[in-house]
Structures are given as C-alpha cells and as structure tokens.
Nanobody
Framework: QVQLVESGGGLVQAGGSLRLSCAASGRIFIGYCMAWFRQAPGKEREFVSAISWMGVTPYYADFAKGRFTVSRNNAENTLSLQMSSLKPEDTAVYYC?????????????????????WGSGTLVTVSS
C-alpha cells in the first residue's frame, strides 16, 4: 500500500499563486511515476500533469501549460505542483496519484483508471 497526502491548497485571488505538495509513504517502488488530477464541483476528474521517475519532460494538460510546473523529490518522496496566474476556473480539489512506468510510457499518464493510488485531495479556491 502507498499513502499519499496532499497539502498546500487554500483560497487565493485570481492571478495569484499556490504550491501544492504531495507526500508519499508506504510501499514505494523505485521507478513509479506520478500525476496531478483535479475535480471541480459537478465535473469529472481531469488530468493536470504527470511526471516520470526521473522527472524529464513532464506532461501537462493544455490549461496548465505555461502556468503550472510539476516537480518531484525522490529522496523525500514528494511531488509538487507550482501554480501561477490562477483563474477562477482552476477552482477544484487537486489529487495526486501514482502509476507504474508502463502506464506512463504507454501514454496512459492522463487516464484516471491507469493510476494505482490516490490521495484524498486538497481544495484550491480561486476568487475573482
């Protein structure tokens, strides 16, 4: 089992920034990949960003490109998402998730059913 705990959410004004973190613990395997998803009220969970074990060439949803930056620290088993130029439509619960390298490199990094473990989420609210 892997436990994921997100933190860093909160209320921010449009145009502001937030940094989300995800701490992983438990039965962690070398080589696992990670992702951020989000779910707005009344909407389906959607992909935000994904990163491989080595952190090279991460993937982003179109809405995240140029505004969000994903990173990870394997020594500390943490995943981060730096978000800037936030918009009211970024309001959502943000989740981190893990997946095997096979899912990541086969292009399924943005599929919710490709994830093995999920955190419980952290709420980001962007006011206009």
């Amino acid at each position: 089992q892997v436990q994921l705990v997100e933190s860093g959410g909160g209320l921010v004004q449009a145009g502001g920034s937030l940094r989300l973190s995800c701490a992983a613990s438990g039965r962690i395997f070398i080589g696992y990949c990670m992702a951020w998803f989000r779910q707005a009220p009344g909407k389906e969970r959607e992909f935000v960003s994904a990163i491989s074990w080595m952190g090279v060439t991460p993937y982003y949803a179109d809405f995240a490109k140029g505004r969000f930056t994903v990173s990870r620290n394997n020594a500390e088993n943490t995943l981060s998402l730096q978000m800037s130029s936030l918009k009211p439509e970024d309001t959502a619960v943000y989740y981190c998730a893990t997946m095997g390298a096979d899912q990541y490199y086969s292009g399924r990094y943005n599929h919710t059913d490709a994830m093995d473990y999920w955190g419980s989420g952290t709420l980001v609210t962007v006011s206009s």
